[in-house]
């Protein structure tokens, strides 16, 4: 699938403090934690998990999450499909949109019981 403006801006204009409960609640379900899923997302952004609590609260969009987030180098390893979208394939013009399904690529992995060492990814050397 392709991305569009429209489905970009849609996404940019989302509040992240709505979202994140969803992320916990399918972590849960799945027998892993809310410590997990904050690992995961601090790996991706840089956030720690005040710096999240400061975000939630704040209810900022995903537009502003991702603008002040530390996107960790290796996050390029992140690929595969995520909602009928291919990460590695969608267009550097729409780099929110991909950083948005990078993120919901691990936390997909995380709910998946994948194991922590896989999910951060790092380059092999």
């Given at each position: 699938m392709k991305v569009t403006a429209e489905k970009n801006e849609k996404v940019a204009n989302m509040i992240f403090a709505s979202i994140y409960p969803l992320y916990l609640d399918r972590l849960e379900k799945n027998g892993r934690t809310k410590e997990e899923l904050n690992q995961v997302i601090e790996w991706l952004t840089g956030y720690d998990k005040d710096d999240l609590q400061v975000l939630i609260e704040k209810k900022v969009t995903f537009r502003t999450f991702f603008q002040k987030a530390k996107i960790h180098?290796?996050?390029?390893?992140?690929?595969?499909?995520?909602?009928?979208?291919?990460?590695?394939?969608?267009?550097?013009?729409?780099?929110?949109?991909?950083q948005c399904r990078r993120m919901e690529k691990l936390i997909d992995e995380l709910a998946r019981g994948r194991k922590m060492e896989k999910i951060l990814r790092e380059e092999k050397k």
């Amino acid at each position: 699938m392709k991305v569009t403006a429209e489905k970009n801006e849609k996404v940019a204009n989302m509040i992240f403090a709505s979202i994140y409960p969803l992320y916990l609640d399918r972590l849960e379900k799945n027998g892993r934690t809310k410590e997990e899923l904050n690992q995961v997302i601090e790996w991706l952004t840089g956030y720690d998990k005040d710096d999240l609590q400061v975000l939630i609260e704040k209810k900022v969009t995903f537009r502003t999450f991702f603008q002040k987030a530390k996107i960790h180098p290796n996050a390029h390893l992140i690929k595969g499909v995520v909602c009928g979208y291919r990460i590695e394939e969608i267009e550097d013009e729409f780099e929110l949109y991909k950083q948005c399904r990078r993120m919901e690529k691990l936390i997909d992995e995380l709910a998946r019981g994948r194991k922590m060492e896989k999910i951060l990814r790092e380059e092999k050397k």
